[in-house]
């Protein structure tokens, strides 16, 4: 049975997305593959506020992060995290043997521009990471806040993780310093996963020059110097499907307005935490709370299970809690192509089901 999704990604697609996904292939060395992706990374420059070069992967977000730690940091990483997405930045250093200490915050609360300042003030660090939206814990860190700190320590490279922010709520990036941006396709996109991207900047590929071993795949500079040589084509065959529905969805998207779009998501998120609080408790420190996700604690002991059954049942699907969060929290997003009138509809059944 078909359901509306309600969690933090996969979201909600719509249908002429999904059909743009089945658009014929074409040669991805030919200039009409050239003409695509060259369309696709100026509208998203249009998007993320950026003059600078854009990157896309085959791969899931998590992919461009794990090549931004790996392909710019020289000395030594400092891991910025706030839940399990922060921490997953940090494994991934680990796994690759990039320099790398973790701060991490108590869940449900955020990263604050003071404690990034200290940490850089040591001099200890070249590159620092930070997510911006937290799905585990509904924590939406004040990036620009942070931004503004960071502009002390112009030599570190900035990335940001805004995989499930990115094209819900405003993000500055070149105003705010970012050196390299990413997110994917499955979040406030409202595409099937399978794609991310990302800006670079001109200061976080010289940093990446400096880098022995930066891989192959995921090597960001080599991403950066075939696109310039070869007129926005990439090393490896991407996923032209992705590209065709981005393409068409990234016109819905400046079409509708960025303001028009970031205020229907603060709209959707305002209407789920007044709900969330009236039923049950914000999981998140309120001042910093997500525009795209809620996290609710389960303060009445409710069966999750059970309410997602009756909500399939109905078409609709909540998340339940991550990881050690699993039934003391459950996550409603609101982002992508909802409406609030889906909300609406969504919080309404809940009720009912519930018996309120």
């Known amino acids: ?45 249009e998007l993320m506020y950026t003059q600078e070069e854009i990157l896309l992967s085959t791969s899931s977000g998590s992919g461009l992060m794990e090549g931004a730690i790996r392909s710019c940091t020289q000395k ?12 997953r930045w940090f494994a991934m250093a680990e796994d690759n043997n ?4 973790k701060y991490e915050v108590e869940w449900g609360t955020p990263n604050l521009p003071e404690q990034v300042d200290q ?15 937290e799905t585990s814990t509904g924590i939406m860190n004040s990036l620009k806040e942070i931004a503004e700190v960071k502009k002390k320590y112009p030599e570190v490279i900035f990335c940001v993780d805004a995989v499930s922010s990115l094209g819900g709520v405003k993000i500055e990036v070149d105003k705010w310093g970012i050196d390299i941006c990413i997110t994917s396709s499955q979040k406030c996109l409202a595409l099937p996963p399978g794609l991310s991207l990302c800006s670079i900047s001109k200061k976080a590929l010289e940093a990446a ?43 819905k998207i400046l079409k509708e307005g960025l ?4 205020s229907r998501h603060t709209q959707m998120a305002d209407y789920v935490r007044t709900w969330a609080k009236d039923r049950f408790a914000l999981f998140a420190q309120e001042e910093f709370a997500s525009d795209t996700v809620t996290c609710v604690k389960n303060s009445r002991g409710i069966k999750l299970g059970d309410l ?15 990881g050690k969060l699993k039934d003391e929290t459950f996550r409603i997003a609101h982002m992508g192509e909802l409406t609030l009138g889906d909300i ?13």
């Open 209 to 251: 020059k400096k880098v022995k071993f930066r891989g192959t795949y995921l090597d960001l500079l080599q991403l950066y110097e075939y696109i310039q040589e070869k007129d926005y084509q990439y090393p490896f065959t991407p996923s032209l499907s992705h590209m065709f529905a981005l393409d068409y969805q990234l016109d």
């Open 259 to 262: 303001d028009n779009r970031f």
């Open 1 to 45: 049975m078909y359901k509306k999704l309600f969690i933090p990604g996969p979201t909600h697609v719509t249908e002429e997305v999904l059909q743009k996904m089945a658009t014929p292939m074409i040669g991805h060395r030919t200039k009409e593959a050239s003409t695509l992706q060259r369309r696709i990374s100026d509208q998203l420059r």
């Open 344 to 356: 609406r509809e969504l919080l309404s059944n809940i009720d009912e089901i519930l018996g309120w």
């Open 98 to 101: 990039v320099p790398a200490d």
């Open 76 to 87: 030594r990483a400092a891991v910025f995290s706030c839940g399990n997405f922060g921490n």
């Open 308 to 322: 997602n059954k009756a909500l399939g049942e109905r078409g609709m699907m909540i998340s339940n809690g991550y």
């Open 119 to 133: 940490v850089l003030a040591s001099g200890k660090y070249d590159l620092i990471t930070v997510t911006h939206n």
